[in-house]
C-alpha cells in the first residue's frame, strides 16, 4: 500500500527554523517529482518548493533564500529546511509525489510560527 508520510512541524518562534521530512514507501516506485506545498489557514493551497529526481529545484518567491528543498533518492524521502520563519509561514505543509502518471500527497504537518 502507497504511503506518504510528513514529519517534523510544531510551533517556532519568528526567526527559528524546523526541518520538515517526507517519506514515500510501500507500492511508489520511479520517482519523478516530489514537493512541497502549504495551506494556510482560511487560503488555498501553494507551492512552496519542487525538486526534480535529477536535483533541479524550484521555490516560491516567499520562500526564496529562507526554505531550502532536498531529497534523499535512496529513501524516497525530501526534505524542506525552513530558516528564518515568519508568522506568515503558518499552515498545514504537505507533500507530493510524483510517479509516472500518479500523484500521491500526504496528511500533511502544521507548521505554526508565533509573533
Known amino acids: 500500500q502507497a504511503q506518504v508520510v510528513e514529519s517534523g512541524g510544531g510551533l517556532v518562534q519568528a526567526g527559528g527554523s524546523l526541518r520538515l521530512s517526507c517519506a514515500a514507501s510501500?507500492?511508489?516506485?520511479?520517482?519523478?517529482?516530489m514537493a512541497w506545498y502549504r495551506q494556510p489557514p482560511g487560503k488555498q493551497r501553494e507551492l512552496v518548493a519542487d525538486?526534480?529526481?535529477?536535483?533541479?529545484?524550484n521555490y516560491a518567491d516567499s520562500v526564496k533564500g529562507r526554505f531550502t528543498i532536498s531529497r534523499d533518492n535512496a529513501k524516497n524521502t525530501v526534505y524542506l529546511q525552513m530558516n528564518r520563519l515568519k508568522p506568515e509561514d503558518t499552515a498545514v505543509y504537505l507533500c507530493?509525489?510524483?510517479?509516472?502518471?500518479?500523484?500521491?500527497w500526504g496528511t500533511g504537518t502544521l507548521v505554526t510560527v508565533s509573533s
Open positions: 507530493r509525489v510524483v510517479a509516472g502518471p500518479v500523484d500521491y
Open positions: 510501500g507500492s511508489i516506485f520511479s520517482i519523478n517529482a
Open positions: 525538486i526534480t529526481s535529477g536535483g533541479t529545484t
